[in-house]
Nanobody, 116 residues
């Protein structure tokens, strides 16, 4: 089970930190990702982190967002800085056995709204 938290309303240029707490004993053996879905748009990948800490980012968030994980706490984070109105979306946490394989587990999502 994946449970996201940390969403909210922020002004453009501000920051938010999303958290995703995972239950179970397999967290350290799962690649984790953050995805987002804006109204009327398809869900898109935001950032991925593999089991050894390697990361990938969507071009639209490179240099502004940072994904990290704490295997001792079974938690993955998304630090979002310099937020823009176009970052407004529901953000989802997901787990996969490895990068490149579609996620098998999803969280319920957390709303992020960036006002201009």
């Amino acid at each position: 089970q994946l449970v996201e938290s940390g969403g909210g309303l922020v002004q453009a240029g501000g920051s938010l930190r999303l958290s995703c707490a995972a239950s179970g004993s397999l967290f350290s053996r799962r690649a984790m990702g953050w995805y987002r879905q804006a109204p009327g748009k398809q869900r898109e990948l935001v950032a991925l982190i593999n089991t050894s800490g390697g990361t990938n980012y969507a071009d639209s968030v490179k240099g502004r967002f940072t994904i990290s994980r704490d295997n001792a706490e079974n938690t993955v984070y998304l630090q979002m800085d310099s937020l823009k109105p176009e970052d407004t979306a529901v953000y989802y946490c997901a787990a996969t056995i490895r990068i490149g394989v579609p996620p098998g587990s999803w969280g319920q999502g957390t709303q992020v709204t960036v006002s201009s």
